[in-house]
C-alpha cells in the first residue's frame, strides 16, 4: 500500500471531511452538502460540532455565570423590543396552543458563549389560507451579483440585523400565546419582574413581536423589511 492509499484509508476510517463532496467521493464516503456550491472551508465531523447545542440547565451546570449572562442578554433583548406582554389568567384555549419557548446555548469557535431563544412550533397548522412563506433571493442571483460588483469595482457591505424578526410585529387577531417554565422562566422574571406569575412552574405570555419558531415569522418580518423599504423610497 503506498502512502496516499494508506492517507485515504486513515481519513475513511477516523473522520469525514463536511462541505466538501469531491474528497469525500475519493474517500467512498457519503455527500455532505445539497447545493451545487460549496462556499464553507473544510472541518472535521466530531462530537463536539453535532452536540454542541445545550439546553439552560445544561449550559449552566458546564459553563456555569458565564451561560447565565449568555441567557440574560438574549433575554434582555426581549425586554428593550417588547416582546412580551403578561396574562394575568391564561383560558383553557390559550393554555392549550400556547407555544412552548425553549432557548439552546453553544459555544462560538471565538470562545464566546452564545444563547439563542425560540418558541416551539412543531404544534402549529401548516396548512393555512394566509400566506407564511417568505420570499428568498436565489444563490445564482447572489453569485451573479457578486461578479458584476467584483468587475465594476464596487463598494459592498453585509449587514447583520439583530434579532431581526423582533423587529416585526404580530397582528392582534393572531394572538400568539406562549410560556415558559424552569430556569429560562426564572432568569426571564430576573430580566423583567412585571411578567412574573402567581403560577410557579409555567408563565403564559402574549408575543408580540414575530418570534423565530413561529410559523408566520419569517413572512412578518418580509412584510415589515418591504413596508419599510417602499416609505422610504416615497418619502425620497
Not at 428593550?80 to 412552548?100: C, N, S, W, Y
Not at 412550533?121 to 394566509?130: D, L, M, P, V
Request: aromatic share 8%; with cysteine; charged share 30%.
Amino acid at each position: 500500500m503506498n502512502e496516499m492509499e494508506l492517507t485515504l484509508d486513515n481519513n475513511k476510517e477516523n473522520k469525514l471531511l463536511v462541505n466538501n463532496d469531491k474528497e469525500n467521493e475519493k474517500l467512498g464516503l457519503e455527500k455532505t452538502t445539497s447545493n451545487r456550491y460549496n462556499l464553507r472551508p473544510n472541518r472535521e465531523l466530531s462530537y463536539n460540532h453535532k452536540y454542541s447545542f445545550l439546553s439552560v440547565h445544561a449550559s449552566i451546570h458546564k459553563w456555569g455565570e458565564k451561560a447565565k449572562e449568555a441567557v440574560r442578554e438574549e433575554l434582555r433583548m426581549f425586554k428593550r423590543e417588547g416582546v412580551f406582554e403578561k396574562v394575568e389568567i391564561p383560558t383553557e384555549q390559550q393554555k392549550k396552543k400556547a407555544l412552548m419557548i425553549h432557548c439552546f446555548v453553544i459555544e462560538k469557535r471565538d470562545g464566546r458563549i452564545k444563547a439563542r431563544a425560540v418558541a416551539n412550533g412543531r404544534s402549529q397548522q401548516r396548512y393555512t389560507e394566509e400566506e407564511t412563506y417568505s420570499p428568498t433571493v436565489k444563490l445564482e442571483s447572489i453569485m451573479l451579483n457578486a461578479f458584476i460588483d467584483a468587475h465594476e469595482g464596487r463598494h459592498v457591505a453585509a449587514v447583520d440585523i439583530k434579532g431581526a424578526f423582533l423587529k416585526a410585529k404580530v397582528p392582534e387577531h393572531l394572538d400568539l400565546i406562549v410560556k415558559m417554565s424552569g430556569e429560562l422562566m426564572n432568569l426571564m422574571c430576573e430580566i423583567d419582574p412585571s411578567l412574573r406569575s402567581k403560577d410557579q412552574s409555567v408563565m403564559y405570555q402574549r408575543c408580540k413581536k414575530a418570534l423565530y419558531g413561529h410559523i408566520k415569522a419569517a413572512r412578518l418580518f418580509y412584510n415589515h423589511g418591504r413596508n419599510q423599504f417602499l416609505e422610504s423610497v416615497v418619502m425620497d
